[in-house]
């Protein structure tokens, strides 16, 4: 039973990664100019990538209009969420409408954040 439970986890958890891992490098613009040398572009993606960890940026989206930050409003929190909960495999948001209905909860947008963290 164990086992079956552990490869049952460690497989969504997976697929989770398999798709932050397809759009990070598109919706975090990680992807450097073509003219770059191989050591240019290894430096240029690392500033890059730096500068997302900075202040945890890849988890904002700028300011609202009050002037107050958008937490956890990154376009590609969103991308991740909606491809892995509404629309992935495991499309968790059809068996429980209840919940997913008006919003993510925030445990599931949390465990979306992890896994984007995970990729720096």
């Known amino acids: 039973m164990a086992r079956l439970l552990y490869d049952d986890l460690s497989t969504w958890w997976s697929d989770l990664k398999k798709i932050v891992v397809a759009i990070t490098s598109s919706v975090y613009t990680l992807i450097p100019r073509t003219d770059l040398s191989t050591q240019e572009h290894v430096n240029w993606v690392e500033a890059a990538a730096a500068d997302l960890l900075d202040k945890s940026k890849y988890l904002r989206d700028g300011k609202d209009e009050l002037g107050k930050t958008k937490n956890f409003a990154h ?6 969420a909606i491809l892995f909960f509404y629309v992935g495999s495991y499309h968790i948001t059809h068996r429980r409408p209840d919940i997913f209905c008006k919003q993510i909860p925030l445990n599931c947008l949390a465990l979306v954040a992890t896994v984007v963290s995970s990729q720096y």
């Open 75 to 80: 376009p590609g929190l969103r991308k991740a």
